[in-house]
């Protein structure tokens, strides 16, 4: 079975489990950071050398502020509680995102995990926190007419190379994989730049719901689809085609 190089999971429908059970959406938080830990430990046992998890999208900012307060505590909970582990598993935690809107001490937290984790050699662990696509675009468009200006690059030299390497997920490879929960259909400011040949993959599952089975199922499609890149594929009989 041909396994991605990097998933990235788009990991929505906790509000909508915890409605389900009569519970405030938050409860449906705590549960699927649970359900994120074990996905962790599956993709980390697999031999999956990247997985980028969407935490907390930049348009996030915008629920009620108890909501993101909640967000933001159960992550800080997690990292504090976690790091540890994600040492034993020789995991490396990262995270992108604009950490400037971030709580202070919630950013702190971060910063330890990402340096304790540093010299792991595992799976490579991505939190796309506070983070938006355009945003990271607006960025790196920013950071290349700043290398212009002064008179380090020039116009002619900015290829896709130089995008790639200016976006906040380089080196980490493109995503091979884009997993969603929950039944929407849509990238919502995800990795729009880095998805252009990604696989999709959609469940109806909720997030609170996915189990390391439902990856089984979602890796199996994976492996079953044939990847192109615009290209034709090696067996196809050319000389079939009428002049
Ligand atoms: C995904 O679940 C988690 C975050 C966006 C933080 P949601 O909170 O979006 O759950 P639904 O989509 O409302 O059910
Ligand atoms: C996307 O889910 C962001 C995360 C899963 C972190 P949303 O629930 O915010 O996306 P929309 O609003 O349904 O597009
Ligand atoms: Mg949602």
Not at 173 to 180: E, G, H, K
Not at 214 to 225: K, N, Q, T, V
Request: aromatic residues 10%.
């Amino acid at each position: 079975m041909t396994l991605p190089k990097h998933i990235a999971i788009i990991m929505d429908g906790n509000g909508r489990w915890a409605q389900l059970k009569g519970r405030p959406r938050t409860f449906g938080h705590v549960k699927g950071t649970r359900v994120a830990k074990k996905i962790i430990t599956a993709c980390s046992k697999k031999g999956i050398k990247n997985l980028t998890l969407y935490a907390f999208s930049t348009e996030n900012w915008f629920r009620p502020q108890a909501e993101v307060s909640l967000l933001m505590t159960i992550l800080r909970r997690y990292l504090k509680r976690e790091t540890e582990n994600l040492i034993k598993e020789n995991i490396r935690f990262s995270v992108i995102g604009d950490l400037s809107r971030v709580p202070k001490d919630v950013a702190e937290t971060i910063g330890k995990s990402i340096e304790a984790t540093s010299k792991c050699t595992g799976l490579n662990l991505v939190f796309a926190l506070s983070y938006g696509s355009r945003q990271e675009i607006t960025e790196a468009v920013r950071s290349i007419a700043a290398r212009v200006e002064a008179g380090e690059l020039s116009a002619d030299e900015i290829d896709e190379s130089v995008i790639n390497s200016s976006l906040s997920t380089y080196p980490t490879p493109d995503p091979d994989l884009i997993i969603r929960t929950s039944g929407e259909q849509r990238l919502s400011n995800f990795l729009m730049w880095q998805a252009a040949y990604s696989e999709f993959y959609f469940t109806d599952i909720l997030w609170p719901n996915f189990t390391e089975s439902h990856l089984d199922e979602a890796l199996h499609a994976f492996s079953g689809r044939q990847r192109r890149f615009g290209k034709v594929s090696a067996n196809d009989n050319l000389e079939k085609f009428p002049n």
